[in-house]
């Protein structure tokens, strides 16, 4: 017997186009109007947000692990980079240092329980807020112009990923990739998006 396919244009889909549209929208604004200042506290929203959405995943997990550390850590990370950016790099780097040191010893706190625990706190670090920060001196600082440019590129990538693995994970979708942490997201779908 055959199973009924799933539909392609739910009610989801529709609501993730109509709110897709305006951020779109906003998005070409700040990549390519914006100036540094509002770019910067652009950027940092979004670390924050991508940031918080990491430790909501990671709340999924038996990891004993402390938001306020994460948070910490990404304020950190961007205060040094900001000075390093305004040319104050010896107060950068000083707060990178305390930065690193504030990890381990979070992590030495409940090294017993916890050895994973140094790597979930470096991973946003590395994940998130580096790439967020890459992408100002991208665009103000090494490309100029053209950084705008490179900056849609990178964003059309992830954009056309998502779509092609909603479509293809609604399609073709039979074995969950990560059930606990996305129950929807499926092992097909992402092969789709990653074609």
């Known amino acids: ?12 889909l529709k609501f993730r186009v109509m ?4 951020l779109a929208a906003a998005a070409i604004c700040y990549m390519f109007i914006a100036p540094l200042m509002v770019f ?10 991508a940031i918080w959405e990491y430790c909501s995943a990671l709340r999924h997990t038996n990891l004993k692990f402390s938001p306020i550390v994460i948070y910490l850590n990404a304020l950190i990370n961007m205060a040094a980079f900001a000075s390093i950016l305004e040319g104050q790099s010896t107060l950068g780097l000083y707060l990178l240092a305390f930065n690193v040191l504030v990890l381990i010893l979070a992590s030495l ?3 017993r329980s916890e050895r994973k625990l140094l790597f979930w706190y470096l991973l946003p670090q590395i994940w998130i807020v580096s790439p967020i920060m890459l992408i ?30 909603y479509f293809g994970g609604k399609k073709f979708g039979k074995h969950l990739l990560a059930p606990v942490i996305s129950p929807k997201k499926t092992r097909e779908g992402s092969i789709f998006g990653l074609v």
């Open 19 to 22: 709110t897709g549209l305006p």
């Open 136 to 165: 100002i001196i991208l665009r103000f600082k090494i490309a100029g112009d053209a950084g705008s440019h490179l900056i849609l590129f990178v964003l059309l990538i992830a954009i056309f990923n998502d779509i092609f693995a």
């Open 1 to 12: 017997m055959n199973t009924p396919s799933k539909p392609i244009l739910t009610q989801n």
């Open 109 to 111: 706190f409940r090294w």
């Open 40 to 49: 910067i506290a652009i950027s940092y929203i979004i670390a924050i947000l």
